[in-house]
């Protein structure tokens, strides 16, 4: 449990310091940064509808499911008491 504890204060204190870096950025290069964050977020995005489509193009056909008969309706009824 401990390891888990310090995992997370470090990723905690890593996103603290990765939000005050691109602050700083976006204030020092502005048209950069935002150039390059958008070119990260569309391959991003782009790379993973890619992977969806290699996914379903290469994924072996399913096996057909079998219509099956639903078991005939009882004719019994509840019993009351």
Same mark, same amino acid.
């Given at each position: ?26 204030? %020092? ?7 390059? %964050? ?19 193009? %290469? ?16 004719? %019994? ?5």
């Amino acid at each position: 449990m401990n390891k888990d504890k310090s995992i997370g204060a470090s990723l905690l204190i890593a996103s603290i310091f990765g939000i005050l870096i691109y602050g700083w950025l976006i204030y %020092t290069f502005p048209v950069v940064v935002l150039q390059i %964050t958008a070119m990260v977020a569309v391959v991003a995005i782009l790379g993973i509808l890619a992977w969806i489509g290699w996914t379903m193009a %290469t994924a072996p056909a399913p096996e057909p499911i079998e219509a099956t008969e639903p078991p005939a309706p009882s004719s %019994t009824q509840p019993e009351s008491q």
